[in-house]
């Protein structure tokens, strides 16, 4: 995923603020599960969708305002209930800006674990 | 009400982002209600609430990090379904950094426009 | 300018936020300018930039998650150191969310109005 | 420290986005090192300042609109040009919702780590 950053992501120290980087990774997760046809909004119509359970996130080099960031994500690991995503964030001069794990959880309307459908699983561990 | 600048309510400018200053706003009208005896989230649990229609603002002067903000908030005008108000947010020094006016519409579920609670409408013009 | 809604846009009303059409403005206005030749990042670096002066809002219907969204923007007026853009929001069915202006001036590093350059005028209200 | 929720913290799952707890941390970060006599911006003003080198965070239990939560922040480690913070946060009914833990590095202009002033060290590890 490509992402331009704006003077929206960015703070007065000049580079993009650090939270900002998880709304990246939400939107490359979003597009890495579509490519694999995984549609959110359908698994939320559901009852049922992802939490966010934890979250790592190393700061390697600032990303700055005009900067195109391209975000890459594999699934790293996966269970039933649970799946990990690796990114990796680079700026337009192929720096590493960001690594990050994610950690999601498939739940129900309860926030209760729950076991993924089988497109889901399929589709995560796909390509 | 009064609100301090962060990291996060920046941009690379080095001033508060344009769009920020409208979550101050939501801020100072939430106390300027519940002082008043309105808990949205008692509207909520009723299934019904304000939408904002309509937004202007005016930005007379830029505020910075490290910077304690005061937003004034008056109802200028109200009605049984509606409700204009308008805030002036200064910086540290009582400069006037915003100038602002918000409508705000009561609806239920569906958006439909909807007669306010009588202690709504009466908090509104309250003081 | 196309803009996906992503749970980072949206609020617990089930819409997006109220705030975030300011930042999808604020990438439309970038958009439409570097389509023009302006490049807001060579401007920053010689000192001079836009800042936001006012900002009207009407919200016409919401915008909700997974939503996209198409941000129309035409200059409505401009002189030599301010431009006014129109913009209209609207969703994957055709149906106007917002409609907005924004005026702008030219500023420099003390924010003092300053005539802009050539090519940036003649951008402006090109096409 | 204490933070109230508002509609700009949550997101159409109906809870706190999981990035916005990272503005949360911030603010009670330049609280704590205030309250130690360490004020970020006569740091800036040096052209010094903290960067997060990395975030991990632990979402437990969903905060919601409304919700006033508490900040806890302790100093878990600490060297002449690093400082980790540890957070606990806790909604109005005790219960545990993000557990985090930040690493700060500090750093001249260049992003090149530099020991603290003496003031900075001994203010984080006080009380």
Do not use: W
């Not at 549609?39 to 359970?53: P, Q, S």
């Not at 926030?111 to 699983?121: A, C, F, S, Y």
Request: net charge positive; glycine share 4%.
């Amino acid at each position: 995923m490509q992402k331009r950053i704006y003077y929206h992501d960015t703070d007065c120290g000049g580079v993009v603020y650090y939270a900002n980087y998880l709304k990246f990774l939400e939107e490359a997760r979003t597009e890495f599960m579509e490519d694999r046809g995984i549609l959110m909004k359908n698994l939320i119509d559901r009852g049922e969708f992802f939490v966010v359970a934890r979250q790592e996130v190393d700061y390697k080099a600032p990303a700055h305002y005009a900067d195109t960031l391209t975000v890459d994500t594999i699934v790293s690991e996966s269970s039933a209930v649970k799946v990990i995503f690796s990114h990796e964030i680079r700026n337009q001069h192929g720096r590493i800006c960001v690594v990050a794990k994610t950690t999601l959880v498939y739940v129900d309307k309860n926030l209760k674990p729950k076991i993924m459908p089988e497109h889901v699983r399929k589709g995560l561990i796909s390509k």
